[in-house]
C-alpha cells in the first residue's frame, strides 16, 4: 500500500470519527435538554406536547422560547401586610363560592392575576403572556389558573381561549360554566394563589407537602368546598 493511500485512509478514518462524535454529542445534547425541560415543567411539558399534536420538538422549542423570555424574571416580595390581605381576600372568595359560585371564580381570576403582577409576573393586561411567565416558574400549579380563567370566562357567556389547547374553550358558553366545574377550578387554582403568595419559593414548584395538605383539609372544612362537591349547610 502505498504511503498515499495510507494517508488516505487515516485521514477518511478521522473523518468518519469527527462525525460520529458530533452526531453522538447532539444527540446527548437533545436528550439532556428534553430531559431538564421534563424535570422543569412536569406536566406542563406533556400539555406543550399536546398542544403540537405529539410534536415533541416544537413544543421543546416552546418551552424553550418561555425559559429564554422568563427564566431570569424576579420575583418581588410580598411585605406582610399586603401578604395578610391577599390571604383574607381568598378566604372571602372561598366562602362566597357556597351561595354565588360565579362572583367567586371571577374574583380568584382576578386575585391570581393581581397577586401575579404584584410578585413581578406580566400583568393581567397581558394574561398569555403572565402564563407563559408562571409556566415557567411554577409549572406545577399554573393549569389551575388555567381552569379558573377559563371558568370564569364561562360564567359571563364569553369565549375562552387555553394557551395550552388541551381542552376545547374555543366555544361560547351560553349557560356559564357548571358549578361542579367552578368547584373544581377554584380548588385547582389554590395551589397557585398558596405559592405566589408564600413568604419563599422555588422556580420549579414542588408537590404539596403533608403540611399544605393539612392546611387544605381545614379550609375545605371552613368554606364548605371539598372534592366531593359543595356542601350547603
Do not use: C
Not at 105 to 124: K, S, T
Amino acid at each position: 500500500m502505498s504511503t498515499l493511500m495510507i494517508i488516505l485512509l487515516i485521514v477518511a478514518v478521522v473523518v468518519i470519527a469527527a462525525a460520529a462524535f458530533v452526531v453522538l454529542n447532539r444527540r446527548q445534547q437533545g436528550a439532556g435538554g428534553r430531559r431538564g425541560l421534563q424535570r422543569r415543567f412536569g406536566p406542563e411539558y406533556d400539555r406543550a406536547v399536546a398542544r403540537h399534536d405529539g410534536d415533541t420538538k416544537a413544543a421543546e422549542r416552546d418551552l424553550g422560547e418561555r425559559v429564554k423570555r422568563h427564566g431570569s424574571l424576579r420575583v418581588r416580595p410580598l411585605d406582610p401586610a399586603a401578604r395578610e390581605q391577599y390571604t383574607a381576600r381568598w378566604t372571602v372568595a372561598q366562602e362566597r363560592f357556597v351561595d354565588s359560585p360565579r362572583e367567586a371564580v371571577a374574583e380568584a381570576d382576578r386575585l391570581i392575576a393581581e397577586l401575579a403582577g404584584a410578585r413581578g409576573f406580566p400583568d393581567a393586561g397581558h394574561y398569555e403572556d403572565q402564563i407563559d411567565a408562571l409556566s415557567v416558574h411554577h409549572a406545577h400549579h399554573v393549569q389551575g389558573y388555567r381552569k379558573v380563567h377559563r371558568a370564569a370566562l364561562g360564567t359571563t357567556g364569553t369565549m375562552g381561549t387555553d394557551p395550552m389547547g388541551t381542552e376545547a374553550t374555543g366555544v361560547e358558553r351560553t349557560g356559564g360554566a357548571g358549578t361542579e366545574e367552578m368547584r373544581a377550578a377554584l380548588l385547582e387554582a389554590r395551589g397557585l394563589f398558596e405559592a405566589l403568595v408564600a413568604e419563599h419559593r422555588s422556580d420549579t414548584d414542588a408537590t404539596p407537602t403533608t403540611s399544605t395538605t393539612e392546611r387544605h383539609d381545614t379550609r375545605k372544612r371552613s368554606t364548605g368546598i371539598t372534592h366531593k362537591g359543595v356542601q350547603h349547610g
